[in-house]
């Protein structure tokens, strides 16, 4: 999760930006999104003749509600309530999605961005790994003896001047989160600033199209580090 990926196609590569504020992410997308086309869109992405199609393996929407009921005990938002048609509570959503992280279930935390599918561009989806070290781990493992669960708490910075293009936007995110026990105990948790992409995929359907996360801090961290010493 610390890159901010976007599926935005021009030759048929995924390409992978990191390191630029909101607007250069914007105008990056926009200059490499060519004229809507249905049939293109029906088309997977790849690159140099190579099919992206053996990629992560979609979740069915049974299999998202059987996940939803059972992780961090039913708290985390469910990307079916979510109001596609605006574009800042599609980002907003997504946030409180992917910083929902269960320790009795996750491996890492991209475990969280790939349960908000629904609300992903196709591409992006394809070019997540889900095999990735886990960034917050000692995090989780600090959590672990009380199988505690992040609370997610989501609001946006201040925008930066400037134009938008048209079915783009890009919103910089502050994410803080404490975690809850399911003994009760809640532990300290952390804060995050991250900058969420997303594109209209058709006419009132807005989809996330990339996140970067830009600093990340954490009191978990910490109380692992010390219980280890």
């Known amino acids: 999760m610390g890159e901010l990926m976007t599926d935005k196609k021009n030759t048929g590569a995924i390409i992978t930006i990191t390191g630029l504020s909101v607007l250069s992410l914007l105008f990056a997308i926009f200059t490499i999104w060519p004229d809507k086309n249905p049939q293109d869109e029906k088309t997977p992405a790849s690159a140099g003749g190579t099919s992206t199609s053996a990629a992560t393996p979609s979740i069915t929407s049974t299999q998202l509600t059987a996940i939803s009921d059972e992780l961090a005990e039913g708290s985390c938002t469910d990307p079916a309530t979510i109001n596609r048609s605006d574009p800042e509570a599609v ?4 946030t409180e999605i992917a910083f929902c992280w269960d320790s009795t279930t996750d491996a890492n935390t991209t475990a969280a961005v790939l349960r908000a599918q629904p609300l992903l ?3 992006y989806y394809k070019s997540i790994d889900p095999n990735v070290r886990n960034s917050m781990n000692a995090d989780f493992l600090a959590v672990s003896s ?6 997610p708490k989501v609001s946006f910075a201040p925008d930066e001047a400037g134009q938008v293009p048209e079915g783009f936007t890009a919103k910089e995110v ?3 989160w404490t975690w809850l ?5 809640e532990y300290k948790g952390g804060r995050a600033l991250v900058s969420v992409a997303a594109v209209e995929e058709e006419p009132g359907r807005w989809a996330i199209s990339g996140m ?5 801090s954490s009191e978990t961290a910490m109380l692992y580090s ?3 010493q």
Do not use: P
């Not at 980002?91 to 997504?94: E, L, N, Y």
């Not at 026990?181 to 105990?185: N, S």
């Open 91 to 94: 980002i907003k959503g997504f």
């Open 121 to 123: 561009t196709e591409d």
């Open 146 to 151: 009380s199988q505690a669960y992040t609370i």
């Open 174 to 176: 502050i994410v803080e």
């Open 181 to 185: 026990g399911r003994d009760g105990y």
């Open 212 to 216: 970067q996360i830009n600093s990340i």
């Open 226 to 228: 010390n219980t280890n």
